[in-house]
Structure formats: C-alpha cells, structure tokens
Nanobody, 124 residues
C-alpha cells in the first residue's frame, strides 16, 4: 500500500506560479512511477505529467508543456509539480498518482494509488 497526500493548491492570479507537493508513505516510494492528473469541473480527469517507468524520462500533456515541470526527491518520498504561467484553464483539482513501473504513463487505469487531490484555482 502507498498513501499519497498532495498539498500546495490555492487561489492564484493568471500568470502566477505554484508548486504542488505529494508526499508518499507506505511501500518504497522509489519502486513506483509517479504522475500528476487533474480534473476540472464538469470534465474528465486528464493526464498532466509523469515519469517514465525507469524514472529517467518525463512526459507532459501538450497543454502544459513548457510551463509545468515534474520532479521527485526519493530521499524525501516526495513528488513535485512546478506550475508556471498559469491560466484560468489550469483551474482544477490536481491529483498525485503512483503506478507500477510497467504501466502506461498517460492511462488513468495504470495508476493504482491516488491522493485526495488539491484544488488549484487561477483567476483572470
């Protein structure tokens, strides 16, 4: 079992930045590939960013590429999502998730463990 807890979401103005954190507890954090998803009101949950199974590569949704950066600190069992140049379209609940290393990074069903989510609201 892995427990994931996100933090860092808040109200921010368009053009601003936020850094989300996800702290993992339970089984060895380094054994899992990590990702971030988001869900806006009335929309389906969508892929945002993730690490490859080996951890050496990162992947991003086209909508956030060049603005968001995913990182992790295995010593701290923590994953981060640095979000810059935020727009109102980034408003959503952001979820941290962990998957088996063999799973596809962009498929929701690949992820076994999920956090409770943290709300990000970007005002225009």
């Amino acid at each position: 079992q892995v427990q994931l807890v996100e933090s860092g979401g808040r109200l921010v103005q368009a053009g601003g930045s936020l850094r989300l954190s996800c702290i993992a507890s339970g089984r060895a954090f380094s054994n899992y590939a990590m990702g971030w998803f988001r869900q806006a009101p009335g929309k389906e949950r969508e892929f945002v960013a993730a690490f490859s199974g080996g951890g050496g590569s990162t992947y991003y949704a086209d909508s956030v590429k060049g603005r968001f950066t995913i990182s992790r600190d295995n010593a701290r069992n923590t994953q981060y999502l640095q979000m810059n140049s935020l727009t109102p379209e980034d408003t959503a609940v952001y979820y941290c998730a962990a998957r088996d290393r063999a799973g596809s990074y962009y498929i929701i069903q690949s992820y076994t463990y999920w956090g409770q989510g943290t709300q990000v609201t970007v005002s225009s």
